[in-house]
């Protein structure tokens, strides 16, 4: 009988690699030459959608046949309605500004009687458009605000708060149907009220009237003077004359 030998069972090397770093998955390796040059040839190639007709459009096309917002009707005719019954209108051009900044201001000027509004310029033209206001449309083309007033003698205060903030810069005004820069709204805001003016005018009235009542009154005056004294004169003589008869 043969035997066998035994066999026996080896068992294989095993050896453990380990990465330095970890697998970046956002940005990985190139990948080897064929490799890359597989991967190209095998990129499924997919039609392109059709252009839209619009990008090739103008913008004056793009805007021929835009309608015209009913709303922006609505809020034209409130600017409108702002600029007829306000005889004071300030016109301010609006750096970076925080809208809490803008609050404080709007509750300041609120509680003097002086209204901050702001509206698009497309707005602004729909309003002053064939108007009397139409002269202040280029003072808009950039971010500003509107502040609105019933009484014209709220110039001073006006200036007083918007002056503690730089932000706002003034461009300009309407007073009283009158458009004024912002250096004759400074003057305006300098000269005094209405009331103080008129006393003024009925001092200077008065004091003319009675200058000229003086000076008509003056050659009289002065001949009733000479009368006097020439009569105090006479008596004196009368009265020495007497004494010397007496004495006699």
Known sequence: ???????????????????????????????????????????????????????????????????????????????????????????????????????????????QNLHLKSYGRKIIGQAVEGTRYEAILPLFHSNHCIIFSPDQQKIS??????????QMVLLGGIVEETMLSRNELMAYAQMPSLQAAQAQLVQTLNQAAGHLVQQLQTHQNNFVQVLDVHAKGENKKESAVDETQEKL
Request: glycine residues 0%.
């Open 1 to 111: 009988m043969l035997c066998l030998p035994l066999v026996r069972t080896v068992t294989p090397a095993l050896q453990f690699l380990r990465f330095r770093g970890k697998i970046n998955i956002q940005r990985p390796k190139e990948p080897h030459y064929e490799r890359a040059r597989v991967i190209a040839v095998t990129q499924p190639k997919y039609p392109e959608p059709p252009k839209a007709v619009t990008c090739f459009r103008t913008r004056a096309q793009r805007t021929q046949h835009q309608l015209d917002n009913p709303y922006n009707e609505i809020i034209a005719r409130e600017v409108r309605n702002w600029l007829d019954h306000s005889k004071l209108v300030a016109i301010f051009h609006l750096n970076s500004i925080t809208a809490d900044e803008v609050f404080r201001v709007r509750v300041q000027l609120y509680k």
């Open 157 to 166: 205060a006006l200036l007083k708060i918007t002056r503690k903030v730089p």
